[in-house]
């Protein structure tokens, strides 16, 4: 049984990192599934999420996990964004959805 080392919250993004150094003959089928995944549906490179994550968390008062699940969603509207966050539970300004959004299309820009 393999011993959990730490948790993280990580977005698709760096899990997608994380298993492209490793060869797909040493992964498990769970690891494969995964690898699949996160290949179809990461929709930025690893560094720029990062970035992203740091600046959502910290400039938008968001927790980690909701970072996470920003970037991985991706939205690309107020409204999009809006319907997304609702299930949150907590009350987000427009002028912090909007540099939400804002971040994410940095983001996706940057070389």
Request: aromatic share 6%; with cysteine.
């Amino acid at each position: 049984m393999t011993e959990i080392i730490k948790k993280e919250i990580v977005t698709l993004a760096s899990v997608k990192e994380i298993l492209e150094s490793v060869k797909s003959d040493d992964m498990d089928q769970i690891q494969r599934w995964t690898s699949d995944y996160v290949g179809k549906f990461s929709k930025v490179e690893a560094k720029k999420a990062q970035k992203m994550f740091r600046q959502l968390v910290e400039d938008c008062d968001l927790t980690e996990e909701e970072a996470a699940e920003v970037i991985n969603i991706n939205p690309v509207s107020l409204e999009e964004l809006r319907a997304f966050t609702f299930g949150w539970k907590k009350l987000i300004l427009t002028e912090n959805l909007e540099k939400m959004l804002k971040i994410l299309k940095e983001g996706q820009t940057q070389s």
